[in-house]
């Protein structure tokens, strides 16, 4: 007992020593941060305003080299777009941190802001700012961080074609102020925590993985719901938002007009409009809060609340996050942060269950959930977290009941079935892969009797979320796909289907070897945020899947009749199954997009998207993990490098596309 509470002091102390080296350290790196504007003269420092005169863009003014040594050169066609638009110049000649813009406006203001700039040999050279701002705010405030000499402020159209750009300038202003970022001290702090508790804790990581996990998910899923923008960024965001918000527990909702306009993905709320700077987020946010709130100007109004059909079991999560914030009176752009993080910590926890009851196979499953794509859906508000967690968490006792030597209980066969049903409620296309329970080993079950009842289940939850999607589209097909528009339409696109039936199994399996790659492993899949883009790593992010599939253990040790332990493989028979049922899988995907998303009779197949094979991908890498590689590696180092390398992809993807693209 004295050499357990030893322990537990030791780590009580590593860890605090571990937190003290992060907070020092976001300390240092805000004070680098900011060394610059701390030092410079005095009378270069503050908010200072600007003239600017309006003239029409001509890209011969923006010359590059050293023009009083003869040196000239210009820029190689970027600026042709711009020719002759309308523009505001203005000429700061000193170092420009950031530029605020105040304008009015009835539309939605779009910016080009190309800047020119001495660099750091003394030679002039330009770059290109895109500022992109949502119609409610009229003061913009955009990153430069140049020695700028001249800039050239290009209104440009926006996203609203239906909104005349009305955009006028009011006044510019070089904004030269230390600030305390918030975000980038937090992002800082969790990164170096993560990694810090990642090695201190290596040893019990080693024994039980699932901690590693939860340390790096805890930590990087706050800073990404955090910092992420108050705007629609994520994959048809609008529509689970006002899924949500719908679910009232008193039987209808309230909102006033801005926030029906918000909530339902109209100009208030629409994608690429998001906040470029630390400044911008946070006023963007008190609009948000400000513009939500009835007033007389906008009343409140009444509606009778609504449900998603099957879908709605997928909301229920936010929707009681949401209904908690309503009956406390919580500002909506508080609310809106809080059913991010709600969504987020129930993918965590999800997976964290998942990967503690894999027998095998625990470090790919955690790279997987740690991708900069699952976690930026769960970041977001959306069912897609519904779907990989409880998949995953299904997959997991699936295939502890294939390998474990112990009898099944009613609870592991719940967890199951109930992991799977609920995983494929709003996409049943990926129920199927429920069928691997009907091949049970009968050594788990306690008589034939149990076996029998069990697989019938199986079956029967099958049919029962088939019967979801596939009979009424058989029965009743739709003559309208895609509710969003466009000349789409199920009963067209199945006789479309049906006349040729070998023409479009070769259209369907084309198409699926051709984006095998892209969907099955890369970037669409694994490292790609919706509106804020993709980021740079899908090839560190393919090695290091592929190493950890090799190396990880390849069998796991069962117990014989004869009470001794074994090891055992995989079957082949196994493996060949889940293949058959992958590929069954994505079949489904491609032919429910090509009837839903795709204009009838086109040879072509739209609407698929990477982020539909990440619960495929588990599965398939699981699978091939054992294999016939032995690598004796030290267990600890082994598991605590894996999970640091999970950490830096993670933390370096919020960095490259949130942080730096958002909240500076």
Known sequence: MSADKTDIKKYIIRIAIVATISIVASLLVELFSNIKLITMNSDEKGVQDIAFTAERFDKADVIEGKPEEGLEYRSNG????????????IEPDRYVSKLE??????????????????????????????????IYIS???????????????????????????????????????????????????????????LIVLRNIIAKHL?????????????????????????????THLRSVYWLDITGSYEYNSFLHDYVDGGVNNLPFEYSTSYEEYKYVRERVNELSTPSDADPVTSHHWGTSGFATFSYVFMAITCNI????????????????????????????FAVRKLPKGKLIMSAVALMPTPMYLAATISYDTIVTGFLFLGMAYLFYLMLTDKKITWWEYLVFIGGMAYGSSRKSIYIPLILLGVFLPHRIFKDKKQERIMKAGVIVVLLAILSTFVLPALISPSTEGDLRGGTTSHAGQMSAVFSNPLGYA?????????????????????????????GSLTYVIVIYLVSITLTSENMVYVQNDKKSRTAEGMPVWLKAMIYFLVFGVMCLIWTSMYLSYTEVGKTTMAGVQGRYYIPLLFPVLYTLSFNKINVNLN???YNMTCLIISAFIIFYSIWEILIRQCSL
């Open 78 to 89: 970027e600026y042709d777009a711009y020719q002759g638009m309308d523009c505001y110049y």
């Open 101 to 134: 813009i105040e304008y009015n406006n009835k539309s939605a203001a779009y910016f080009a802001i190309v800047v020119q700039y001495e660099n750091r040999f003394g030679y002039l050279e330009s770059s290109i700012v895109k500022d992109a701002n949502p």
């Open 139 to 197: 003061r913009s405030t955009v990153n430069i961080n140049k020695n700028a000499k001249g800039i050239w402020i290009i209104p440009l159209d926006n996203n609203t074609p239906q909104l005349e750009n009305d955009v006028q300038l009011v006044s510019t202003a070089v904004r030269n102020v230390a600030v305390f970022n918030c975000f980038r001290f937090i992002f800082v702090m969790l990164a170096v925590l993560c990694a810090g508790l």
């Open 210 to 238: 699932e901690y590693g996990f939860l340390i790096v998910g805890i930590c990087a899923g706050f800073i990404f719901c955090l910092a992420m923008p108050l705007s629609r960024v994520g994959w048809d965001e609008e």
């Open 325 to 352: 914030c309503k009956l406390l009176g919580v500002p909506f752009g508080y609310t809106y942060m809080l059913l991010r993080f709600t969504n987020m910590i129930m993918y965590i926890t999800v997976v964290f």
């Open 506 to 534: 070769d259209l369907l399996l084309t198409t699926m070897w051709q984006h095998l790659w892209d969907y099955g492993i890369g970037t669409p899949t694994l490292d790609f945020m919706a509106y804020l883009g993709a």
């Open 635 to 637: 267990k600890v180092k």
